[in-house]
């Protein structure tokens, strides 16, 4: 198995769950096993009247996450052309609710995102209560590359982030700085790479039995401040005037076509965000378009069995088994898309992907925001 898990006990006999993702091979890519060893022992963790605090992180110096374990699931659904492959709903249904639940942890739960963080990475830190990042953090959400959509309740944490931000980073897959996920609200902390260590001390050295948030609270600004001043420059807040004025546009063909211009520009930050959309999956686009328009009034338990239903979808299509092909197996970076041209993609289609792909009641219909 690719967890670790271990307890380290505080000078008041309080303990800590630390959760570490150990597959270093692959960045740390969830699969389905290690979706549910995580949600079994978490759920475990918050039973225990012992585990006061629980610390998610990733083994290995280059990632915290850097997704789902894409690959079998593209082959499942290479192999089940036009249907939904039962690891497809058994892996998408697990992750989901591993998500929900530790947006819904009841404690201290504190997520070290180091690294690259992407995609379920990204999922996993954003449900954390204390979300931190290091001068190392690289977070995007890059599913236009392979065909898929930003899932792991990213219609919820795109579709609240400053004017069109979330639907640029949603169309362009761009990489933000730790910086950055402060300036959006998508990080709590930015700590140094090497105060791990002076972080758990600090934790087991708490009292655990009064004021505990008080406590939490000036360990973390203490450790923040200390590395205040490692923070990279920031990338996106600056530029969201001019993100704002290009997407202020109708259709998400006119949002196609104003970014996809990026390609030349002279800023190698929106050059690379034009490429990237370019040669990425039109189809994706219209469901990054359309989840973040109707993500804005849902409720977190929604949003997720929105997504459950978009993924699901996803899967008896074939541009997502073509871009895991391309980007991740074959690796010639040439997919071959089914709809190439953004505006012959038919409403219809795009409209199915919302459409439910199984009998009977919603696999997530348990979930409640009550």
């Known amino acids: ?18 959760a570490s993702l150990d597959a270093e091979k692959s960045l740390n890519a969830l699969s389905l096993p290690m979706i549910l060893a995580l949600g079994e022992r978490l759920a475990s963790w918050a039973k225990d009247p012992q585990i006061v605090c629980v610390l998610l992180r990733g083994n290995g110096a280059k990632a915290f996450c850097a997704g789902g374990e894409v690959r079998s699931l593209a082959q499942a659904c290479r192999e089940h052309p036009g249907e939904v492959p039962a690891l ?51 977070l995007a959400m890059p599913e236009i590359s392979i065909g898929l959509y930003p899932d792991v309740g990213a219609s919820w944490f795109l579709s609240r982030l400053p004017g069109k931000l979330g639907l640029f980073l949603g169309l362009t897959g761009a990489h933000m700085n730790g910086r950055d996920a402060l300036d959006l609200g998508l990080a709590d902390r930015f700590l140094l790479d090497e105060q791990q260590d ?28 200390e590395a205040a001043s490692q923070q990279p420059e920031p990338q996106w807040l600056p530029r969201r005037q ?39 999956c039109p189809l994706t686009a219209h469901l990054v378009w359309e989840q973040i328009r109707r993500a804005r009034h849902l ?35 040439q ?34 925001d009550l």
């Open 198 to 225: 002076e972080m758990l001390e600090g934790l087991l050295q708490l009292n655990w039995q009064e004021q505990t948030a008080m406590q939490l609270n000036s360990l973390f600004k203490a450790l923040a401040q």
């Open 88 to 138: 497809a709903a058994q892996f998408f249904a697990a992750e989901y609710r591993l998500d929900y639940h530790l947006h819904t942890y009841p404690k201290p739960l504190i997520c070290w995102g180091h690294g690259y963080v992407l995609g379920g990475g990204m999922g996993l830190l954003q449900s954390a209560a204390i979300r931190i990042v290091t001068p190392s953090s690289r």
């Open 242 to 280: 001019q993100i704002d004025a290009w997407l202020d546009v109708g259709d998400v063909h006119c949002a196609w076509r104003a970014l996809s211009q990026l390609r030349e520009h002279a800023d190698p930050l929106f050059s690379r965000a034009g490429k990237t959309l370019s040669e990425g």
């Open 335 to 368: 997919p071959h898309w089914h709809w190439p041209d953004i505006k012959r993609i038919p409403e219809a289609v795009v409209e199915a992907h919302f459409h439910k792909a199984w009998e009977g009641r919603h696999p997530l219909a348990d979930l409640s």
């Open 299 to 333: 409720s977190l338990s929604q949003v997720f069995q929105m997504e459950y239903t978009l993924s699901l979808n996803c899967c008896r299509h074939p541009e997502f088994s073509e871009g895991v092909r391309a980007r991740l197996i074959d690796k010639d970076q």
């Open 1 to 18: 198995m690719n967890l670790h898990f271990e307890e380290l006990t505080g000078t008041d006999g309080a303990r800590i769950g630390i």
